[in-house]
């Protein structure tokens, strides 16, 4: 009668031991959905204010090199990376600048799906580009 008890514990243990697996992966899978959602959003906010702020610089020095300084430096600050910076001439006369940036999201286990052929998807997915405006 003892053994029988036993055996029922050792089952229960197993299952406890397999939920709490189990929320653990799900937990990891929820925590590497945020980190990749959270960076393709910042990315791109990110781009339009380093654009405004290369605008805001060139309003006050009138110097396209200053200007393309203050949004590379303003992506530094925010972790990412200025990819293409350019400025144009509006059909109404105003400068309008574009950047685009890269950012990189860290994850605990999106990233080792490279090692199964997705390398080129986990790159694009875990490094993302935004483009901003500013007029």
Same mark, same amino acid.
């Given at each position: 009668? @003892?053994?029988? *008890?036993? *055996? *029922?514990?050792?089952?229960? +243990?197993?299952?406890?031991?397999?939920?709490?697996?189990?929320?653990? +992966?799900?937990?990891?899978?929820?925590?590497?959905?945020?980190?990749?959602? @959270?960076?393709?959003?910042?990315?791109?906010?990110?781009?339009?204010?380093?654009? =405004?702020?290369?605008?805001?610089?060139?309003?006050?020095?009138?110097?396209?090199?200053?200007?393309?300084?203050?949004?590379?430096?303003?992506? +530094?600050?925010? @972790?990412?990376?200025?990819?293409?910076?350019?400025?144009?001439?509006?059909?109404?006369?105003?400068?309008?600048?574009?950047?685009?940036?890269?950012?990189?999201?860290?994850?605990? !286990?999106?990233?080792?799906? *490279?090692?199964?052929?997705?390398?080129?998807? !986990?790159?694009?997915?875990? @490094?993302? =580009?935004? =483009?901003?405006?500013?007029?």
């Amino acid at each position: 009668m @003892n053994s029988a *008890r036993l *055996r *029922r514990q050792d089952g229960f +243990i197993r299952e406890v031991l397999w939920l709490v697996l189990g929320l653990a +992966i799900f937990a990891v899978v929820v925590l590497d959905g945020l980190a990749l959602f @959270n960076v393709h959003q910042s990315v791109k906010a990110d781009a339009a204010t380093a654009a =405004t702020q290369a605008q805001t610089e060139y309003a006050l020095t009138l110097d396209l090199a200053a200007a393309k300084l203050a949004a590379k430096q303003y992506l +530094i600050q925010a @972790n990412e990376k200025l990819v293409a910076f350019s400025s144009s001439t509006s059909p109404d006369g105003a400068t309008v600048f574009t950047v685009e940036a890269k950012a990189h999201a860290d994850t605990y !286990v999106f990233k080792l799906l *490279r090692y199964v052929g997705l390398k080129k998807w !986990v790159n694009e997915m875990t @490094n993302p =580009t935004g =483009t901003g405006t500013a007029d």
